[in-house]
């Protein structure tokens, strides 16, 4: 499986990008990243600490400059943070260097993931469905406008989710493959 391209989770939280790309990454000896992952490493706080020092903006500067650098690598699998689609670079960076899956998730069964996360800085601060929602209408058609396959994942178990993407993958990039 070493002539597939990357591939980069998009989605927004509890969609289960961090679980489905550690899962679809081992299914395909590959190296995985999460970028919100990535930047908590390398600045040594968490997301909602670095909310709160340098607010959402702040944040966003370095969620462009860390997907800028995981796009570069090779034969990887990226998880990225539900809000990176709010950047064109980001977009157009995710796009050019691999191939996008969005993890599709109703706002119902992201309330149910999150519920009790108290590391969503974006979700502390009023009616948690509320801000859900705003977040899907404005993020769904940036979602869907950098995918390359769309995958719902409500309702699924994590290895279903990961067969496929795998099969679907695999059938974009050898559309004889009949691989089940």
Known sequence: MQDLPNL????????GKSTIGRLLAAEL??????????????CGADIPWIFEIEGEAGFREREEAMIDELTQRHGVVVATGGGAVMRESNR?????????????????????RTAKDRNRPLLQNGNPEEILRGMFAKRDPL?????DLIVRTDRR?????VSEIVRRVTRLVDPLQCKA
Request: glycine share 10%.
């Open 8 to 15: 980069f989770l998009i989605g927004p939280m509890g969609a």
């Open 29 to 42: 000896s590959r190296d995985f990243f999460d970028s919100d992952h990535e930047i908590q490493g390398r």
């Open 92 to 112: 157009r960076a995710l796009r050019e260097r691999g191939t996008v899956i969005y993890l599709y998730t109703t706002v119902e069964q992201q309330l149910r």
């Open 143 to 147: 979602y869907r406008a950098t995918a």
């Open 157 to 161: 178990g994590p290895r279903s989710v």
